[in-house]
């Protein structure tokens, strides 16, 4: 009984195998290729079909859907009558080598990026061929390096908090793995601290101390190269955080209550220049006048002096001719007060140029008596000159006659002396 049993076994199989030989056959050599990203590359996929002839051969390319649940995206399908039907996503940059005598159906792709990074499938239809494994996939990996990754701290750096620091690369193909190193404040690498966690770029620290900060490296890799990304973390008391928060706060609500203070100043500079232009010009022409009281039931007010006669009825006066005539009262009355204003600033500039004008006079004046200084001062000149002649004219005298008139001269001043032949006048002491 066990012989017979191993004998249809063993049948079995061979039918399988005999059926695995005539029916149709679609391969592609891997499970996966990788390319670098921009590079033109070439898919293979051969067939064999049952029958070496065949009318009509259907060959087709499909990619994975863009997002899990949607359907299979058709890249190409080629028909042995020689039509070729491309997507209009892949038009341009996808190819078909084919040779249906060879079973030869290989996709080519051009300028491959990061979309391209996903599975293909080559299928064969052929009638009356239907058994066997009639389609086979492959995926195609897009080498890409990463990216620069960007580091963030998630969470407030204050003692006895919990935070994270996250590593991620945008790109990067396969996608790299992270790993987080830490430096204390002396740039010295140091043993991660008790419960913390490194898992897909993401550090996480609990409990932060004083002990927690320091610098601290990303490293992103994958089988091309790595990149590095590097942050300073600073654990601060939680009312220093406080402090620096209410110091912005505090300095913003300044900043706008001084920006308020200017807008209302100038604008109250404003009002008052505009009031004192209307003042000093009157009603502008063409503006309306507008009483305080306003008017009742269409109510008609007018001015009635104590001289009217009581027998005479009011005189009904239009509202418009009656606020003209209003306007023009006050419009001349302020025009008056303007004028008069001008007149006493004209006056007050006239008796400013009189006064000019008597110092110009003044000036003038001192002008004359400066000019009568200097002449005297030129007659003194003209006297020191003739007193330092005369000087020089009796020092001359006296050289030419040997001090002879120099004498004479001194002589005047002296009283005159005795002859000496003249008797001696007696004496009254003298007795005869």
């Known amino acids: 009984m066990m012989a017979s049993q191993k004998g249809m076994f063993a049948g079995v199989l061979l039918c399988l195998v005999v059926s695995m030989t005539v029916a149709l056959q679609v391969s592609i050599p891997e499970r996966s290729y990788e390319f670098a990203r921009g590079d033109n590359i070439t898919i293979p996929c051969t067939f064999k079909p049952k029958n070496p002839v065949n009318n009509l051969v259907i060959i087709s390319w499909l990619a994975e859907a863009d997002k899990p649940g949607e359907p299979e995206v058709t890249i190409l399908t080629s028909y042995s009558t020689g039509e070729l039907d491309i997507t209009d996503r892949y038009e341009g940059r996808v190819s ?18 990061l979309l391209d990074n996903r599975l293909f499938e080559c299928r064969v239809s052929i009638p009356k061929d239907d058994k066997g494994q009639l389609a086979d996939s492959t995926r195609l990996v897009v080498l890409v390096a990463p990216s620069v990754p960007i580091c963030k701290i998630d969470g407030r750096a204050e ?3 919990n935070i994270s620091l996250t590593c991620l690369s945008e790109e990067g193909s396969p996608l790299p793995t992270y790993k987080w190193q830490g430096y204390d ?13 490194d898992k897909d770029g993401v550090l ?60 209302l100043y100038c604008c109250c500079c404003r009002k008052k220049k505009d009031k004192a232009e209307e003042y000093a010009m009157g009603v502008p022409e063409g503006e309306e006048f507008h009483d305080d009281k306003p008017v009742v039931n269409g109510e008609v ?12 009825p009011p005189k009904i ?39 000019r004008d008597g110092y110009d006079d003044r000036h003038s004046d001192y002008g004359d008596r400066r000019d009568g200084y200097d002449d005297r001062r030129d007659q003194d000149d003209r006297y020191s000159d003739r007193r330092d002649r005369y000087d020089r004219d009796r020092v001359y005298d006296e050289r030419s006659d040997g001090g002879r008139y120099s004498d004479r001269y001194d002589d005047r001043d002296r009283p005159p002396s005795v002859p000496a032949n003249k008797p001696a006048k007696p004496s009254k002491n003298r007795i005869d």
């Open 96 to 113: 078909l080598e084919q040779d249906i005598a060879k079973g030869v159906a290989n996709l080519k792709l051009s300028s491959i990026g």
């Open 159 to 161: 003692y006895f908090q």
């Open 185 to 197: 404040v002396k740039n010295m690498p140091r043993a991660p601290a008790p419960k913390t966690t």
């Open 204 to 263: 996480s620290l609990f409990n932060l101390t004083i002990e927690s900060s320091g610098y601290y490296i990303c490293t992103s890799t994958n089988k091309i190269r790595s990149a590095k990304c590097n942050l300073t973390l600073s654990v601060m008391p939680p009312s220093m955080a406080m402090g620096s928060t209410a110091g912005i706060i505090g300095g913003v609500v300044v900043g706008v209550l001084v920006l308020l203070s200017i807008l």
């Open 301 to 312: 007010r007018q001015t009635r002096s104590m001289e009217d006669d009581d027998d005479h």
């Open 317 to 355: 006066v239009d509202r418009h001719d009656q606020y003209k005539e209003r306007s023009e009262k006050d419009y001349d009355d302020r025009r008056s007060d303007y004028d008069d204003r001008r007149s006493d600033y004209d006056d007050r500039r006239d008796g400013y140029d009189d006064r």
